[in-house]
Nanobody, 117 residues
Framework: QVQLVESGGGLVQAGGSLRLSCAASGRTFSILVMGWFRQAPGKEREFVGQISGATTTYADSVKDRFTISRDNAKDTLLLQMNNLKPEDTAVYYC????????????WGQGTQVTVSS
């Protein structure tokens, strides 16, 4: 099993920045892909971005503003969010896909990000 714990959420003004962290523990050697998702009130959970090896992929809504990186030595996934907008307000979830799984099969508990206008 893999455990994921997010941190770094909070309240920020529009145009500001936040950095989210996701600490992975357990069978981290089995992780193939790690990603970030978010869910705003009344909306479905949506993909933010992911990293697989050295390849990163982002949703169009965050491209050029958000950056995903992974510190393998520390088993930590990072999400640097710049130029935040009120529509970025959501609970952000870290996720991992381990070997053999067709989709993300491990999830963190989420961290709240609120962007005020």
């Amino acid at each position: 099993q893999v455990q994921l714990v997010e941190s770094g959420g909070g309240l920020v003004q529009a145009g500001g920045s936040l950095r989210l962290s996701c600490a992975a523990s357990g069978r981290t050697f089995s992780i193939l892909v790690m990603g970030w998702f978010r869910q705003a009130p009344g909306k479905e959970r949506e993909f933010v971005g992911q990293i697989s090896g050295a390849t990163t992929t982002y949703a169009d809504s965050v491209k050029d503003r958000f950056t995903i990186s992974r510190d393998n030595a520390k088993d930590t996934l990072l999400l640097q969010m710049n130029n935040l907008k009120p529509e970025d307000t959501a609970v952000y979830y870290c996720a991992a896909r381990t070997g053999g799984a067709a989709q993300y099969n491990h999830w963190g508990q989420g961290t709240q990000v609120t962007v005020s206008s």
